[in-house]
């Protein structure tokens, strides 16, 4: 569903309307909710869970070519290809506060589940972060942790 990926919430809604349109569809593994994910459309996604339809935590994103948001092409590579397998895991790797935000406060979003690789939404986030620490203090020289 393009219209997530480029955050046309009311396009989203319109289509939700229609109950013979299947909001789970992917191309790939990717559908929707992944795509708002990783997109960071906090409206779309909000548009999205609010569909019973929707699983908050389908499984199986097909994301595996794409280059999470990081400003460093050395730390970009050791995540390239990383298969993503929660929306919320997602919106921890693209640094999306608001998507979390909408995604964490739906009970039925289990943030303890695991990506193929074992780790959870917040331990990818810390990854993430980690990675990009010496961004912010190029040149403090130390472990800044």
Known sequence: MSAAAK?????????LRNRRADPM???NGTSAIHLASFQGHASVLS??????RVDPNTVGCGLGSF??????AEHAEQVRGRRLSTPV???AVQDHAPVLTVLLADERVDPNLTDLEG????MRGKIISYLRLPLYYPTSGGDPL
């Open 7 to 15: 955050g046309y919430t009311s396009m989203v809604e319109m289509i």
């Open 25 to 27: 569809v992917s191309i």
């Open 47 to 52: 548009a999205l869970i609010a569909d019973e």
């Open 67 to 72: 280059t999470p948001t990081i400003l460093d």
């Open 89 to 91: 895991i997602i919106a």
């Open 119 to 122: 780790y959870t939404a917040l």
